[in-house]
């Protein structure tokens, strides 16, 4: 396989992919296995059938992380020119036009009777890790779909897209290049049909100059190509309060970071993705096309010289967490497109599809969109339009639209570190206008690290020409200010800090960059009253800093809450806690003070986290249901992944808030509530524990609410209860 990846993910723990075969999963292998004296003599128990029942298996894998960066080249005061020195080799030069998006691995021929079983064993999986490859050659310009008839000549100067990318006003475009660089933005803030909308101008003073684009009622008002309008209207008619706040920040060309994806909007939010986006492909592919068409007619003594290109074809990259996901996006697209005909349809549906239902509809809903259908996480595939036709599998270089897993678009530009591959090779996101990142809290449990590593490696120049006419390079290509024109949109269902921090390094439009989100939130504890009730203590602990965070939380959990159970680790009055810890570096460091500290000795506990398997995760399960260990340590990527129903909890103690307020709901609410119909439990007597810092506050406002945060914030109490 190429790229092998050294390093680990920043949202704590080692990072993991879930890729895997076409439909189904495979295993990189676990980490490894936690050893101590005491958890082995703990786990050194026969096997016995579980006391309950055993979840589906849903088997991780692991993916290691970072490979190393590209260094930037120096800037240079006349790009156009040392551009085209660097090229005129490679221009000048015969070259084949034949190119591979993905890199071989050889793979050593078995030298023992052990090792060819592991071949036979892992044939299929080789097999099945190769089916988005691509060997085609790259086209050339001539290569492409005719010309919408209907649509006029005359570019429209009220389009977004005229003015963001063909024509923008050189006054405003200079001057907000030079606030960019000197990191001058003015923000504003203001609240439409119960939205939030915090946005952030390049140069000062600018937000009262420029106001925000004004809501619309539905796709009448969008400036769409013509052979969009029928469809859009069909399948939209008119907008809800959500859409009419984000249609026109998303056809205007800003940055967007929603905060507000729920299973019930999500459908709505594709179909704004994939309009915009094939949207902007037909203009302008489009575009080229008529220039092609002008500079034909006028022949070689013609003055008609066109800016109308980037260096490579690709316009539009989709970051996406699963197969199935990249499923419905292609569906949106074709349902928007209706193409005559779809070429490798047959091929996309045996890689990408899996119609084998997997879950219960007890499953959360959240659950079934994630992990419904092929759950791969390690897939690339690159789209073509031509006039009557979709094409998938196509080159990425001959592609308009990109569709990647971060892992998998990461495996695809390569590493330096792997001497097997002969070159790394990012130019086909060197033209990228319009990034779709969707689904994004999904991205925050895979490995992160390869979202901003894609991010680092958009907008740069090429190292190769592939066949590309600089003179139709528009001059902020030339310029190196590529990335100031790409627009990125970004959906979630909730904001954290490195969301919020790709959004700031990243999303240097200079349209300017806006985040949305709820006007304000309830908190979930206002909906556990009607599924249990319990005492729920939050108690906030000190941090100089956020780097000191770590250190101050373990010194809090040491010093206030292991006290509390050590005492109780010989009564029946400590059975049933559950540890709620959503890093995995929290997680081995509180494992293995539990199994190494001498105040712990006499304290029974197990484990889950993401690299349990479904046996061993069974197991510690089952010996937390019938008391034999009093205590689980239990990690939010486990329950991300598996959504355990843990039963036998009589105790919540969360080491750290979860970033997704549904697990809050389903951990404090789902397992005490099932501990009370079992009978495991009296009404009303579950019990919760939380541990705070002010570097909380965006988890913090999503559990207790906007009106309660400030409060629990700054007061100089440190102890908060809910009953």
């Known amino acids: 396989m190429p790229g092998k990846f050294k390093g680990g993910g920043r949202r704590g ?7 895997g075969k076409g439909k189904g999963k495979r295993s990189f292998g676990g980490a490894p296995r936690f050893d101590s004296a005491r958890y082995a003599d703990i786990e050194e128990v026969e096997n016995e059938a579980s006391e309950e029942e055993q979840p589906p298996s849903d088997e991780e894998s692991e993916n290691d992380g970072s490979g190393s960066e590209d260094e930037q080249e120096q800037a240079n005061s006349r790009p156009y020119f040392a551009l085209m020195q660097s090229l005129s080799k490679e221009s000048s030069a015969p070259r084949s036009k034949r190119r591979k998006l993905d890199h071989h691995s050889e793979e050593p021929k078995p030298s023992t009777k052990d090792e060819q079983q592991e071949a036979t064993l892992d044939e299929d999986g080789d097999e099945e890790r190769d089916i988005d490859q691509v060997e085609e050659a790259e086209e050339g310009p001539e290569d492409e779909f005719v010309v919408d008839d209907d649509d006029e000549d005359t570019p429209d100067s009220s389009d977004p897209f005229e003015t963001h990318f063909v024509g923008p006003d050189q006054n405003v475009l200079q001057k907000r290049l030079k606030a960019i660089q000197a990191n001058e933005y003015s923000q504003s803030n203001s609240v439409q049909n119960g939205w939030r909308l915090i946005r952030n101008l390049p140069e000062k003073d600018s ?81 080229v096309i008529k220039n092609n068409a002008k500079l034909a007619k006028e022949g070689e003594n013609g003055d008609f010289e066109p800016r109308d290109q980037g260096f490579t074809r690709p316009k539009v990259l989709m970051l996406l967490p699963t197969r199935n996901s990249a499923v419905k996006m292609v569906n949106m697209i074709c349902s928007l497109c209706e193409p005559e005909q779809q070429e490798n349809r047959k091929r996309f549906d045996e890689s990408y599809l899996d119609k084998e239902a997997k879950f219960a509809s007890d499953r959360p809903e959240d659950f079934r969109e994630l992990f419904e259908g092929n759950d791969d996480d390690m897939f690339r595939i690159g789209i073509k339009f031509t006039r009557k036709t979709i094409k998938y599998f196509a080159q990425f270089y001959n592609s308009d639209i990109l569709m990647a897993s971060p892992l998998g678009l990461r495996m695809a530009i390569g590493s330096e570190e792997d001497k097997k591959q002969k070159k790394m090779d990012f130019d086909f996101l060197s033209s990228i206008e319009v990034v779709i990142v969707d689904q994004a809290d999904a991205l925050l449990m895979q490995n992160w690290e390869h979202v901003e590593y894609i991010f680092e490696h958009l907008n740069l120049q090429p190292r190769e020409a592939h066949d590309c006419d600089f003179s139709r390079v528009r001059e902020w290509y030339l310029d190196k200010q590529a990335q100031h024109f790409r627009q990125t949109i970004v959906l979630s269902a909730f904001n954290t800090p490195e969301l919020a921090e790709l959004h700031r390094r990243f999303g240097t439009n200079w ?52 006290p509390t159970l050590t005492k109780r680790a ?9 540890i709620f810890v959503p890093s995995y570096l929290d997680f081995v460091r509180v494992r293995n003070y539990f199994a190494t500290n001498p105040a712990c000795a006499g304290l029974a506990f197990g484990a889950v986290s993401e690299y349990a398997d479904v046996p061993e995760a069974s197991r510690a399960r089952s010996h937390f249901l019938n008391g034999r260990h009093q205590v689980l340590l239990y990690t939010e990527r486990a329950h991300h992944f598996r959504r355990y129903a843990i039963r036998g909890v009589r105790r919540v103690i969360m080491y750290g808030l979860p970033d997704n307020p549904i697990f809050y709901k389903e951990i404090v609410g789902g397992y005490l509530s099932k501990s009370e119909q079992d009978l495991k439990l009296e009404p009303g007597k579950g019990t919760v524990r939380v541990m705070f810092s002010k570097y909380d506050l965006l988890k913090l406002e999503r559990i207790v609410g906007s009106k309660r945060v400030g409060r629990m914030i700054k007061e100089k109490g440190d102890t908060f209860d809910f009953i």
């Open 13 to 19: 723990g080692p990072p993991k992919g879930r890729g």
């Open 207 to 287: 937000a009262q100059s420029a106001p925000l684009p004004s809501s619309i009622s539905g796709p009448s008002s969008l400036k769409l190509k013509h052979r969009l309008v029928e469809t859009a209207s069909r399948k939209r008619p008119t907008f809800d309060n959500l859409e009419q706040v984000l249609y026109p920040l998303t056809f205007a060309y800003n940055d967007i970071l929603f905060c507000g994806r729920t299973t019930r909007n999500a459908e709505n939010l594709r179909l704004m993705a994939c309009l915009h986006s094939v949207n902007h492909v037909f203009k302008t592919r489009d575009r």
């Open 511 to 562: 349209a300017g960059r806006v985040r949305v989100q709820p006007e304000s939130y309830a908190g979930a504890i206002e909906e556990l009253g009607s599924i249990v009730k319990a005492k729920q203590t939050f108690s906030r602990f000190e941090a100089l800093s956020v780097a000191a965070e770590p250190d101050a939380r373990f010194a809090y959990f040491t010093s206030a809450i292991v």
């Open 570 to 578: 010989n009564t029946k009055d400590l059975a049933g806690t559950l």
